[in-house]
C-alpha cells in the first residue's frame, strides 16, 4: 500500500498507457494474429506488371518465376524503362520462349516522368487481362502458385488485394531492422484493413482490377516520384473491396539493400508517400506510434525514480507478454518466427528511435528524388 502511495504520480500515467497499448495489440493487431483465410476458387485472367530499368542481372536470376506460374490464364508484361544496359535484348530472347511474355520499351518521351508511374501506365495499357498484379524485377515468386492465391480473392465486390513480400535473410544488423520493419508495416496495413480501414499495399505484391484502374488512374499523380502502391490504395481502398493474401506461397521475396543510406533513402520514399494519406488515416498511425513511444518514455522516467516497484515492473511484464503474444502469432503467419527473440530490442529501438529519427529526415528532405 505504502509502495502504490508513493508511486501513484509513476504508476496511474503508466498504467492509462497500458490501456491504450492493450486496446491496440489487441483490439487492432489480433485481427490478424488470429487471421483465418477462408479458402475460395476464383480464377479471372491475370496480367503481370513488372518496371524495370538496368536490371538484366535481376531479370536473369527472377523473371522465370513469374513466367513459369501454375495459372490457366495469365500474361506478364515488363516494361523496359529507357534501359542502358542489354536489358531489352535479354526480353527479346525470352520472348521467342515464353508466349505469355510482353514487352513494352520505353525508349524517351517528351516529359521525364520520375519513378514508376508512367512506366506501368504504359504497361496496364498494352494489358489485356481484367486483374493486374504488380511486382519488381528484384523480386521472386517463392512458388508457382503466386497468380493462383492472388487471383483467388476477387469476388463480386472486391478491387483491391494485398500481399506480403519479405526480404531475404542476411547475417548482419540492418538486414535484422529491415526484417522488423518490413514485419511491423504488414501487421499494421493488414490490420488496419481488417478492421476496414484500408490504409496502404506494396508495390512488390499488389493487384487491382483494371477498371478501377481506369477510372482514376496516375493522371493527377505522375509528376511525384512515389505512390504507384500505398497511395493508390489509400486513395481508392473501402472497408468493402479489398482483402488481403497471406498464404506463405503467395509470397514474394525481394532482395534487401546491404547500405544503409540506400535504405534510408528508400524508408525516406516511404515516409513521403505517407505524408499524402488520409487524414483519418495519419490520425491513427500517430495515435498508434505514440502510444508506444509514450509508454517507454513513461516506464523509463518510472523505473529511474522507482527501480525496486514491482507494481511499475508488473506493468511493464503485463506489456511484454501481450506482445510477445500477439507479435508471435503474426510472425508464425508469415513465417518470421525466428525473429521472436529480437522483438523486445527492436520493438523498443523502432519507435523511440527509428521513427522520430525518420520522421525528422523526412520533414526537413523536400527533394523529390527517385
Given at each position: 500500500?505504502?509502495?502504490?502511495?508513493?508511486?501513484?504520480?509513476?504508476?496511474?500515467?503508466l498504467?492509462i498507457?497500458?490501456?491504450?497499448q492493450?486496446?491496440?495489440?489487441?483490439?487492432l493487431?489480433?485481427?490478424?494474429?488470429?487471421?483465418k483465410?477462408?479458402?475460395?476458387?476464383n480464377?479471372?485472367?491475370?496480367s503481370?506488371?513488372i518496371?524495370t530499368k538496368?536490371?538484366?542481372?535481376?531479370?536473369?536470376?527472377?523473371l522465370?518465376?513469374?513466367l513459369?506460374?501454375d495459372?490457366p490464364?495469365y500474361?506478364?508484361?515488363?516494361?523496359d524503362?529507357?534501359?542502358?544496359d542489354n536489358?531489352?535484348?535479354?526480353?527479346?530472347?525470352?520472348?521467342?520462349?515464353?508466349?505469355?511474355?510482353?514487352i513494352?520499351?520505353i525508349?524517351?518521351?517528351?516529359?521525364?516522368?520520375?519513378?514508376k508511374?508512367?512506366?506501368?501506365?504504359?504497361?496496364?495499357?498494352?494489358?489485356?487481362?481484367?486483374?493486374?498484379?504488380f511486382?519488381?524485377?528484384?523480386?521472386?515468386?517463392?512458388?508457382?502458385q503466386w497468380?493462383?492465391?492472388?487471383a483467388?480473392?476477387?469476388s463480386?465486390n472486391?478491387?483491391?488485394?494485398?500481399g506480403?513480400?519479405?526480404?531475404?535473410?542476411?547475417?548482419?544488423?540492418?538486414?535484422?531492422?529491415?526484417?522488423?520493419?518490413?514485419?511491423y508495416?504488414?501487421?499494421?496495413?493488414?490490420?488496419?484493413?481488417?478492421?476496414?480501414?484500408p490504409?496502404?499495399?506494396?508495390g512488390?505484391?499488389?493487384s487491382?482490377?483494371?477498371?478501377?484502374f481506369?477510372?482514376?488512374?496516375?493522371?493527377t499523380?505522375l509528376h511525384?516520384?512515389?505512390g504507384?502502391?500505398?497511395?493508390f490504395?489509400n486513395?481508392?481502398?473501402?472497408e468493402?473491396?479489398?482483402?488481403?493474401?497471406?498464404d506463405?506461397?503467395?509470397?514474394?521475396?525481394?532482395?534487401?539493400?546491404?547500405?544503409?543510406?540506400?535504405?534510408f533513402?528508400?524508408?525516406?520514399?516511404?515516409?513521403k508517400?505517407?505524408?499524402e494519406?488520409k487524414?483519418?488515416h495519419?490520425?491513427?498511425?500517430?495515435?498508434?506510434?505514440?502510444?508506444?513511444?509514450?509508454?517507454?518514455?513513461?516506464?523509463?522516467?518510472?523505473?529511474?525514480?522507482?527501480?525496486?516497484?514491482?507494481?511499475i515492473?508488473?506493468?511493464?511484464?503485463l506489456?511484454?507478454?501481450?506482445s510477445m503474444?500477439?507479435?508471435?502469432?503474426?510472425?508464425?503467419?508469415?513465417?518470421?518466427?525466428?525473429?521472436?527473440?529480437?522483438?523486445?530490442f527492436?520493438?523498443?529501438?523502432?519507435h523511440?528511435?527509428f521513427?522520430?529519427?525518420?520522421?525528422?529526415i523526412?520533414?526537413f528532405?523536400?527533394?523529390?528524388?527517385?
Amino acid at each position: 500500500m505504502i509502495d502504490f502511495i508513493t508511486n501513484i504520480y509513476f504508476i496511474l500515467p503508466l498504467f492509462i498507457l497500458l490501456l491504450f497499448q492493450l486496446l491496440f495489440f489487441f483490439g487492432l493487431f489480433s485481427r490478424f494474429a488470429f487471421f483465418k483465410k477462408v479458402s475460395i476458387k476464383n480464377e479471372p485472367s491475370v496480367s503481370v506488371l513488372i518496371a524495370t530499368k538496368n536490371e538484366k542481372e535481376n531479370l536473369e536470376n527472377n523473371l522465370k518465376s513469374f513466367l513459369e506460374q501454375d495459372y490457366p490464364d495469365y500474361e506478364v508484361i515488363v516494361i523496359d524503362d529507357k534501359s542502358l544496359d542489354n536489358t531489352f535484348e535479354y526480353l527479346e530472347q525470352l520472348e521467342e520462349k515464353y508466349s505469355n511474355l510482353k514487352i513494352v520499351r520505353i525508349k524517351g518521351h517528351i516529359r521525364d516522368y520520375p519513378g514508376k508511374k508512367f512506366a506501368l501506365s504504359l504497361g496496364i495499357r498494352k494489358s489485356t487481362k481484367d486483374i493486374l498484379l504488380f511486382t519488381d524485377a528484384d523480386c521472386k515468386a517463392v512458388s508457382n502458385q503466386w497468380i493462383r492465391l492472388m487471383a483467388r480473392n476477387y469476388s463480386d465486390n472486391n478491387q483491391i488485394v494485398t500481399g506480403f513480400s519479405p526480404y531475404e535473410r542476411k547475417n548482419s544488423l540492418l538486414n535484422l531492422i529491415i526484417q522488423f520493419d518490413t514485419f511491423y508495416t504488414a501487421l499494421q496495413y493488414f490490420s488496419f484493413t481488417l478492421a476496414s480501414m484500408p490504409y496502404m499495399g506494396v508495390g512488390r505484391n499488389l493487384s487491382y482490377r483494371k477498371e478501377l484502374f481506369n477510372k482514376k488512374g496516375y493522371a493527377t499523380q505522375l509528376h511525384v516520384p512515389y505512390g504507384d502502391d500505398d497511395l493508390f490504395v489509400n486513395k481508392n481502398a473501402t472497408e468493402n473491396n479489398i482483402s488481403i493474401e497471406i498464404d506463405p506461397d503467395s509470397f514474394i521475396l525481394s532482395k534487401p539493400h546491404t547500405s544503409l543510406s540506400k535504405w534510408f533513402r528508400q524508408k525516406k520514399r516511404h515516409l513521403k508517400g505517407g505524408k499524402e494519406y488520409k487524414k483519418n488515416h495519419k490520425r491513427w498511425l500517430a495515435y498508434l506510434w505514440l502510444s508506444h513511444f509514450a509508454f517507454y518514455v513513461a516506464f523509463a522516467i518510472a523505473v529511474i525514480f522507482n527501480p525496486l516497484s514491482y507494481l511499475i515492473w508488473g506493468i511493464f511484464g503485463l506489456r511484454f507478454i501481450s506482445s510477445m503474444i500477439v507479435y508471435g502469432f503474426s510472425m508464425k503467419k508469415l513465417k518470421m518466427l525466428p525473429y521472436l527473440w529480437a522483438v523486445p530490442f527492436l520493438d523498443i529501438f523502432y519507435h523511440i528511435i527509428f521513427v522520430p529519427g525518420m520522421s525528422t529526415i523526412s520533414l526537413f528532405s523536400n527533394k523529390k528524388s527517385w
